[in-house]
């Protein structure tokens, strides 16, 4: 919330049931205190009417934990990440998890490589685009007037920020009718001499799909050959990153690609940590310039940061750490593939509703399901208003670029998501398509989403 307004009408007070005596103001600093208990009361009413965050089918990030998660976090709560002389014990699981993923991620340099935590994916992106952005200038010091672009596959907003924020062009190729990724041929005509490196997605945020990194590296050497031009590869495997390694590991998008020379990561999405952590890593020093890293001695020690935050808590870090070791890779591979067969169930019923087109059916890329309504016979986005009416959160959104006609449904298949609840949550689509049959000018609340959406 940038900006409101606040009404005179809008700035009553809230009362707390066990003690309505209490009266507090809503958009002003109460002038004096209250009980704990009043005071979490009045919170806890607040928080009580959010939807349901395990019926939320929009978003990508965990919902679901172990109690032992919540401890951790608990435990943890006073813990900052920058504090790094004074918490090397958090530290040290920081680097730990940081190594354990360059393995997974098939760094021959898993034992040297460089990478860091982060608040999330668009931080970690940001550092991953900022050291492209370093190495090509230092590549190209008579072209430095000019601003460099970087070019893109269909990206979510966090790569629109990075351009804009850090003063790079961005070259979005559109997609086209039938095709939910980037063509590798097109990527390759937008790349030239001020191009700092191509992004591609594990598991685009529209539809899941995996781009095809292999076949962009393929066309990215010939373009190299034919030209001079080494463009390198970013891979934005937000939720990906910790997908394919579990499901698919014949699939080459990571550091067995020599081109690809960073990744960033959600440990807060498939990584099944809490809100509030993501990872990048890069292939190896060389592509880490020193000059983007700050060395503060003012916390104790001499420590190197790389980020855009200072303080971040880091209970999220430790509770990653836990993660890694309570489910090791067999763990992971299960939790994963249990989402995968939910999400397939979820995609073989909406195939079999003949009003409904399949665009990703959850047995590839990310365990998630996006339908478009055949002819526009079902309204998606009273759809989605309707299905609030049974707890679930679904989001009906519009594709990017050239494909903006295209009205999809996404249903996202995280931890904690049963089959059970897939088929509770079909048998609900069925009830809302049947009252919509019947009430064909039912609301459509969610009709401001219209202008797209960026989960
Ligand atoms: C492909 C992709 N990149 C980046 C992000 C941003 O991630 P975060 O919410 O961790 O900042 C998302 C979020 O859904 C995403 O899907």
Known sequence: MLH???????????????????????????????????????????????????????????????????KIMSDAVGKNMIDKDEYRHTAELEERCVHMIANLWNSAQAD???????????????????????????????????????????????????????????????????????????????????????????????????????????????LQE?????????????????VAPFLDPGVRWDFRLRRVVSINSSGHKYGLAPLGVGWVIWRDESHLPEDLVFRVNYLGGEMPTFALNFSRPGGQVAAQYYNFIRLGFEGYQRVMSNLRNCA????????????????????????????????????????????RSFGWQVPTYTLPSNLESTVVQRVVVRQGFTLELARQFVSDLQQALKYLDANPMAPTANSHRKGGFSH
């Open 112 to 222: 040297s490589t460089m990478g860091t935590s982060t608040t999330g994916s668009s931080e970690a992106a940001m550092l991953g685009g900022l050291a492209m952005k370093w190495r090509w200038r230092s590549a190209n010091e008579s072209k430095v007037a000019k601003v460099p672009n970087l070019v893109t596959g269909p990206v979510q907003v966090c790569w629109h920020k990075f351009a804009r924020y850090f003063d790079v062009e961005i070259r979005e190729v559109p997609l086209r009718s039938g095709r939910y990724v980037s063509d590798p041929e097109e990527i390759v005509s937008q790349c030239d001499q001020s191009t700092i490196g191509v992004v591609n997605t594990l598991g685009t945020t529209f539809t899941g799909h995996y781009e095809n990194i292999e076949e962009l590296h393929r066309a990215l050497d010939d």
């Open 344 to 387: 397939a169930f979820i995609g073989d019923e909406i195939r079999s509703i003949d009003r409904f087109e399949i665009v990703s059916d959850g047995r590839s890329g990310l365990p998630l399901v996006t339908w478009t309504s055949r002819k526009g016979e079902v309204d998606l986005y009273r759809l989605s208003n309707q299905l």
């Open 4 to 70: 409101r307004t606040i009404k005179d009408s809008e700035n009553v007070t809230v009362q707390a049931t066990n003690s309505p005596e209490e009266e507090l103001p809503k958009f002003r600093l109460p002038q004096g205190q209250s009980s704990a208990s009043v005071a979490y009361q009045l919170t806890e009413d607040e928080l009580m009417l959010d939807g349901n965050e395990r019926q939320n089918l929009a978003t990508f990030c965990g919902t679901w934990y172990e109690p032992e998660v919540i």
């Open 226 to 242: 034919k030209t001079g031009i080494d463009v390198p590869i970013h891979v934005d495997a937000a939720s990906g990153g910790f």
